[in-house]
T-cell receptor, first 116, second 112 residues
């Protein structure tokens, strides 16, 4: 198993540009999520999904869109990048069935995004 | 979810046991204690979790006090590769989403 993969590893954008951060997992996990981590801070939840076709907002969703068309993929879209979105982005997945969720989350290696 | 309190930093000599404390005095009966760590520039890594009983796996041991208001993560023989930020998280297993709340954790520095 590859686990959770993220692409690209590094990206530099200009203000106003758009881009999609890719996240995929091969563990058949229902739950997937996106976090951002700013220097010296903990992780903050952006968006999450409990299964294909279902997404919801986390703590800091503004400026980001997500969709979940398959169990494996959970892309994060920046429609109009801003310098405040300069951060490291982590994708994670975990097992979830109905009312029982596992908090053993598996994280990807991260995407380091700089917005100029 | 219950709030946790951890010291911001700790040092440990290589080969010695590293004992990382966490206070979670408002924990409720159905909340588990989870530990993750984040090695520099990498994604967080799951270490261990427990509810009431002490737990041990190949990475670490988790000691939870009888009243469950605090816990200690033990790395029995710390190595330089254990230098990382360690996060203590308290979370219920019920609910339709697994929204972990990461604080700022404890930065463990293992030295020669």
């Amino acid at each position: 198993n590859a686990g959770v993969t993220q692409t690209p590893k590094f990206q530099v954008l200009k203000t106003g540009q758009s881009m999609t951060l890719q996240c995929a997992q091969d563990m058949n996990h229902e739950y997937m999520s996106w976090y951002r981590q700013d220097p010296g801070m903990g992780l903050r939840l952006i968006h999450y999904s409990v299964g294909a076709g279902i997404t919801d907002q986390g703590e800091v969703p503004n400026g980001y869109n997500v969709s979940r068309s398959t169990t494996e993929d959970f892309p994060l879209r920046l429609l109009s990048a801003a310098p405040s979105q300069t951060s490291v982005y982590f994708c994670a997945s975990s097992y979830s069935r109905g009312a029982i969720t596992s908090d053993t989350q598996y994280f990807g290696p991260g995407t380091r995004l700089t917005v100029l | 979810d219950a709030k946790t309190t951890q010291p911001p930093s700790m040092d440990c000599a290589e080969g010695r046991a590293a004992n990382l404390p966490c206070n979670h005095s408002t924990i409720s009966g159905n909340e588990y204690v989870y530990w993750y760590r984040q090695i520099h520039s990498q994604g967080p890594q799951y270490i261990i979790h427990g509810l009431k009983n002490n737990e041990t796996n190949e990475m670490a041991s988790l000691i939870i006090t009888e009243d469950r208001k605090s816990s200690t993560l033990i790395l029995p023989h710390a190595t330089l590769r254990d230098t990382a930020v360690y996060y203590c998280i308290v979370r219920s297993h019920t609910g339709t989403a697994s929204k972990l709340t990461f604080g700022t954790g404890t930065r463990l520095q293992v030295t020669l």
